[in-house]
C-alpha cells in the first residue's frame, strides 16, 4: 500500500499533461485526458479565433483552462486515492512510454495543426515591410483565396526559386497601377501621404509616413533618406508607367518604399503563389508592438 501525493499528481499533471492521472492509476483517463488536447486544437483553428489577437488570448486561457481541469482532476483523484495499491501502471516503463508518447505528440500536433486549419506564425528577418512590419516581429497568418484579397492586405508567398516573400498588395486584376516618386496610383487615384515622423537607427535616416489608400484605408509607409549622412539618389523602381494588372495576377509593394523587393523587381504575381493573408503581430522584440493589427 502506498497513497498518492497529491503534489507529485499535479506536477506531473504540469508537466505533462495526463501524466497526473497515470499515476493515480488511470490509465484510460490519462490517455483520453492527454489525446483530448487535439480536438481542442483544431476547434481553436476551426472557430476563427486566431484570425484576431484577442481571439488568440482567448485561446490561450481555454488552453490553460483545460490544463488547470486536468491538473485539478489529478489532484482530487490523489487525495481520494487511501490505502492505495500499486498498479501494473505505476511502473517506470509505462511513465517512461507515456512521456515519448507525450513528446511524439506535442512535436507532431502543430504540424497537423498547421496544414488542416491554414494557420501558421512567422518570424520577420528583413526590413521591408516596415514600419507596418519590423524584423523580429512574429506574424499570425492564414490561407486567403486570392480572388478574395483587397487592396492593403498583406499576404505571404512562394515565388519559382522556392523562397517565401512577404508583401503588401497594391494592384488586383484588371487595375491600373502607376507609381510616380514611389507613390501608388490604381485606376488614376493616387495614394496621399502624410508626413508623421523622422527615425534615426544607427547610420540610417528614415522619413515615415501615413498613406491613405484610393480605397481609404490608411497603412504606414516610409523612406530611407540617407545612409552615412549620403543622400540616397532616386532609385528607378521609384516610378514605374501605368499597367494593367493580368487576370489572376495582384502586384505587390512593400511599405518600406526603397528598400524592398517586391513587383517592381520581379513584376506581377499569380494567384497560385499566393498561400497566406497576415492578421497581426502576436510577439515581437519591441514589447509595445504586440497585438498590433495588420488586416485593418
Known sequence: ????NPLIAGIMS??????????????????IFAFSIIPICFLIGFS??????????????????????????????AYKQNDYELKKVNSIKYYVAFIVGWYILIFLLPFAVKSITGYETFEISTPSMEPSIKAGDRIMATVIKPQNLKIGDIITFTREDGQKYLSRAMGLP????EI??????????????????????????????NSVLPSGRVIGTQKMLTYNNINIPEQEI??????????????VIG??????????????????????????????????????SLDE
Not at 499515476?23 to 490519462?30: D, E, S
Not at 485606376?187 to 509616413?209: C, G, P
Request: aromatic share 12%; glycine share 6%; proline share 1%.
Open 1 to 4: 500500500m502506498k497513497n498518492r
Open 14 to 31: 504540469i508537466m505533462f499533461l495526463g501524466l497526473g492521472q497515470l499515476y493515480n492509476g488511470q490509465l484510460r483517463k490519462a490517455i
Open 48 to 77: 476563427g479565433l486566431l484570425k484576431c489577437f484577442k481571439g488568440l488570448i482567448i485561446s490561450m486561457f481555454l488552453v490553460l483552462g483545460y490544463i488547470a481541469f486536468v491538473l485539478l482532476d489529478s489532484v482530487k483523484w
Open 174 to 177: 484588371g487595375q491600373k497601377i
Open 180 to 209: 510616380i516618386d514611389n507613390k501608388v496610383s490604381i485606376n488614376d487615384i493616387a495614394e496621399k501621404w502624410e508626413e508623421i515622423e523622422k527615425i534615426e537607427l544607427d547610420e540610417y535616416h528614415y522619413q515615415i509616413f
Open 238 to 251: 521609384s516610378n514605374l508607367k501605368s499597367m494593367i494588372i493580368p487576370k489572376n495576377q495582384i502586384y
Open 255 to 292: 511599405d518600406n518604399r526603397n528598400n524592398s523587393m517586391d513587383s517592381r523587381m520581379y513584376g506581377a504575381i499569380s494567384f497560385d503563389q499566393i498561400e497566406k493573408q497576415v492578421h497581426y503581430v502576436w510577439w515581437s522584440n519591441d514589447k509595445s508592438r504586440i497585438g498590433k
